[in-house]
């Protein structure tokens, strides 16, 4: 329930920052600085705050980044009133660092939580034994589709409903329903602690060194993440040729821009339905396939004739934006050791961030040098061709590897299990969108 009103109050606050950046400025440039500041710089800093949080032994640390974002939010809706653009980027900044910070650590708790609520006992002991493991990878892939319903249902209304609202009663008002939400979501979550104990400290280097560690030796993760950051980038380019595509290469206006993003958002709670109904199926297939149809999805509009193509080609594309993301969490999750799994977390947030920096450009670039039908072309074929590598993914094999290594092992362990343990298929097991 938190994140769900987390991530609503979230569209309010997205869009009514955009709308009022482009009317005080009418520059596209501007519009696209405030998603670089809000969405991609915080890259550099969330996983060190993840670490800061983790190890903290104070509680409500995790609520403590929820009251700061209500804050934060606060003071943009002020500065609305008194535009200050560099003001605005520099609070955008901070309040989205907090932001990806709170999703990894959010969603690192839900993990624990539903291993635990299913076993109860402390997840790290939960490992070692066939059983135990199997169902806690079944408790993690279920609470990682629960999250993606909810996610995928405000991507569906959330912009809609901020656009009336920012139409009524203007961007300000948006901003402080946003504030209203982080307030909500703060209260709720008082009693969520992510503290998590380090044998070998609890400074934040040392912390961030034991993911990185984790990350070198345990090759299968290595190259997921690789795979899917460059997938990511061709994926994230879409968003500066949207906008251009349905005015003038479909000639559709703001109404038909509106039912492609309607379309996609119908697609990705399909989607994320779909991926919750498919508990047998193998992770690193429905990542593949999520991927895929997303690249697709962009050939689609590169070749739609009519708009009822292009909006067939959005409900594609949010197809696989609902299976994407939970697959790759699942994935990651079942990678990691739980003590690792907040910093992997925020890990994972910073690259769909640093691939947000490094796709708005790749994207504004081909459009300004071709023609958004060949742009899409271009960036849906790369994203395609990346995404054929997550088929050969196996989950499977990952939960032999966890029930290989004792709690206790060393960190060595897990690359000597990953390089003596053959994957098995079909194993039971979460953009910003796109």
């Not at 959010?106 to 299913?118: G, I």
């Not at 500066?240 to 309607?262: C, M, Q, W």
């Not at 081909?366 to 061709?385: D, K």
């Amino acid at each position: 329930m938190a994140y769900t009103v987390n991530r609503l109050g979230t569209w309010f606050g997205l869009i009514a920052l955009m709308v009022a950046v482009f009317d005080h400025t009418h520059s596209a440039v501007a519009v696209a600085g405030l998603l670089l500041a809000g969405q991609a710089l915080p890259a550099f800093v969330v996983p060190a705050l993840v670490a800061r949080v983790e190890a903290s032994a104070r509680r409500r640390e995790l609520s403590g980044l929820y009251f700061f974002e209500a804050a934060a939010t606060a003071g943009l809706a002020v500065l609305l009133w008194q535009f200050s653009l560099p003001a605005i980027l520099l609070l955008a900044t901070l309040d989205g660092t907090a932001a990806l910070a709170a999703s990894a650590l959010m969603r690192s708790e839900l993990a624990r939580t539903a291993r635990e609520s299913n076993h109860g006992r402390p997840a790290d002991t939960l490992f070692g034994d066939e059983e135990h493991d199997e169902q806690a990878l079944e408790a993690e892939r279920a609470a990682n589709a629960a999250l993606n319903v909810c996610f995928s249902a405000t991507f569906m209304l959330g912009p809609a409903l901020a656009g009336a609202v920012i139409a009524a009663a203007g961007a300000p008002a948006a901003l402080f329903i946003d504030v209203g939400s982080f307030l909500i979501c703060a209260t709720m979550l008082l009693d969520l602690h992510p503290h998590v104990e380090e044998a070998e400290g609890n400074s934040v280097r040392v912390r961030l060194r034991g993911a990185w560690q984790h990350v070198n030796e345990a090759p299968m993760l290595r190259r997921l993440l690789i795979a899917y950051t460059i997938a990511l980038v061709f994926l994230e380019s879409a968003a500066p040729i949207e906008v251009n595509y349905a005015k003038t290469s479909l000639r559709a206006g703001d109404r038909g821009f509106g039912l492609l993003v309607t379309g996609w958002g119908v697609g990705a709670v399909l989607g994320s339905i779909v991926f919750a109904r498919s508990q047998q199926r193998s992770l690193g297939t429905l990542l593949g396939i999520g991927g895929s149809a997303i690249g697709l999805a962009y050939v689609g509009f590169a070749m739609a004739p009519s708009l009822v193509v292009a909006c067939a080609a959005a409900l594609l594309g949010g197809i696989g934006n609902g299976l994407e993301l939970p697959s790759l969490i699942s994935i990651v999750q079942q990678l990691t050791p739980p003590r690792l799994q907040g910093r992997m977390m925020g890990g994972v947030e910073s690259l769909d961030a640093l691939a947000l920096a490094l796709g708005l450009p790749l994207g504004g670039a081909l459009a300004a040098a071709s023609s958004p039908r060949t742009a899409f072309l271009a960036v849906g074929l790369g994203g395609t061709a990346i995404s054929l590598a997550f088929f050969r993914l196996s989950p499977r094999g990952v939960a032999s590897k966890r029930k290989a290594r004792s709690p206790a092992a060393p960190e060595t362990g897990l690359a000597r299990t990953e390089a003596q343990t053959s994957p098995r298929e079909h194993a039971p097991a979460e953009s910003t969108p796109k």
